[in-house]
């Protein structure tokens, strides 16, 4: 079967909505200038910002008493609390489905807020799998992270399952890149930006997630990666699911760990595996034992 592979955050996911909507309460509840969202949301920058220096930059503006751990917790618990997945986007998912894809998600992130974003919204049940950089300890662009979310999606990664397989993504330097150097053919959330990367190149491009899908459905003998590109070697392969996935999996047994389609049955637990912020990665560390993580 073919494989259809979605990043989550600003992809299934408005992230930057969500994030728009917890400050402008932020605000609200502390009686501070609602003027200043558009502050707010500039040195979010689009999630890619440490939350220390968010948090940090937001306690000096307004002489907040609150520690850094205190704002870490209530910036989580807000923005997920105003995470959805619009109903377009769960449309698309659908007509993904009756097509005949598997669908999966791969996501850069901390494994409790990114957990806990499927949850909410209801993806859980409309994907086959799912894998997180923190629990898989690999991060997009590598591209065993693509291999592990087919594994979990119940495809080897073998063979020509590559050229089988497509990705939906809104970050060049992680969706995209990682999609070309694991020979997967994308599609690139512009959302209204130029392209700005000369080394590499989405297949298509689209403005939201629905023209994505249907592009991807309509193309199904569209081009390939570019020659010179190709997936990871049958040596590499071999190891999918054995060395990082499978690592975190031992003493973490049930689907809904694994990243296997598991419906209302979500969990959230999840181990806290502490990792350096790699190029891509939005880092959200507010505390000092925070975990460096990306899309939150």
Request: proline share 8%; aromatic share 6%; glycine share 12%.
């Amino acid at each position: 079967m073919p494989l259809l592979l979605f990043d989550l955050d600003n992809t299934l996911l408005p992230r930057d909505a969500a994030f728009r909507a917890w400050a402008r309460g932020f605000l609200a509840e502390r009686g501070l200038p609602p003027g200043d969202l558009d502050w707010l949301v500039t040195i979010d920058g689009g999630g890619y910002v440490p939350r220390s220096t968010v948090l940090s930059a937001t306690q000096r503006r307004y002489g907040l008493d609150d520690s850094l751990d205190f704002l870490l917790a209530h910036y989580r618990r807000g923005i997920n609390s105003h995470i959805h997945c619009p109903s377009r986007n769960i449309d698309a998912l659908r007509a993904a489905r009756a097509a005949g894809w598997t669908l999966g998600i791969v996501s850069n992130g901390n494994t409790r807020p990114q957990l806990e974003k499927i949850r909410r919204t209801g993806l859980g049940p409309m994907v086959d799998g799912w894998v997180i950089s923190e629990e898989a300890e690999c991060v997009k662009p590598d591209p065993l992270i693509f291999e592990i979310a087919a594994q979990r999606c119940g495809i080897a990664p073998t063979g020509d399952w590559a050229s089988n397989t497509w990705m939906i993504g809104d970050h060049a330097p992680a969706d995209i890149a990682g999609a070309e150097l694991t020979g997967l053919r994308s599609v690139w959330l512009h959302q209204g930006r130029p392209w700005a990367e000369p080394g590499y190149r989405p297949t298509l491009k689209a403005a939201g997630l629905p023209e994505a899908v249907g592009q991807v459905l309509s193309a199904r003998n569209a081009p390939g990666a570019r020659p010179g590109i190709r997936a990871v070697g049958p040596e590499r392969r071999r190891t999918v699911g054995t060395v990082a996935g499978n690592r975190w999996l031992r003493g973490h047994s049930g689907a809904a760990l694994s990243g296997a389609r598991t419906g209302a049955q979500l969990s959230l637990s999840a181990p806290e595996v502490p990792r350096a912020p790699v190029p891509g990665d939005r880092p959200d560390s507010g505390a000092p034992a925070a975990a460096a993580a990306f899309g939150v």
